[in-house]
Nanobody, 124 residues
Framework: QVQLVESGGGLVQAGGSLRLSCAASGRTFSSNTMGWFRQAVGKEREVVAATPWNGGSAFYADSVKGRFTISRDNAKNTVFLQMNSLNADDTAVYYC?????????????????WGQGTQVTVSS
């Protein structure tokens, strides 16, 4: 497994931006598909975005396409989630997750390591 620590959450007004970071340690970062998931109160955890380990195309949930961007810095063992044009529906705990050499990007079952989460609250 890999250890993951998220940061960058907080309170932001609707229309604002936040950048989440997830620092990884414990195994070869570049061989992990990395994903961001979120869970709002009373709702199930859902995928937000994911970037594959092999340099393929990123995945985005329909609800965040055009607003969020996932990126990774393999030299720094870090994955980022740039979130723009935030709205109240984006309020949730955001989790970083890792999946060893996985071609499955959007399913939680594919990920074997999870961070503790960071709260994002968007005020309207």
């Amino acid at each position: 497994q890999v250890q993951l620590v998220e940061s960058g959450g907080g309170l932001v007004q609707a229309g604002g931006s936040l950048r989440l970071s997830c620092a990884a340690s414990g195994r070869t970062f570049s061989s992990n598909t990395m994903g961001w998931f979120r869970q709002a109160v009373g709702k199930e955890r859902e995928v937000v975005a994911a970037t594959p380990w092999n340099g393929g195309s990123a995945f985005y949930a329909d609800s965040v396409k055009g607003r969020f961007t996932i990126s990774r810095d393999n030299a720094k063992n870090t994955v980022f989630l740039q979130m723009n044009s935030l709205n109240a529906d984006d309020t949730a705990v955001y989790y970083c997750a890792a999946a060893w050499r996985s071609s499955v990007l959007s399913r939680a079952y594919a990920y074997d390591s999870w961070g503790q989460g960071t709260q994002v609250t968007v005020s309207s």
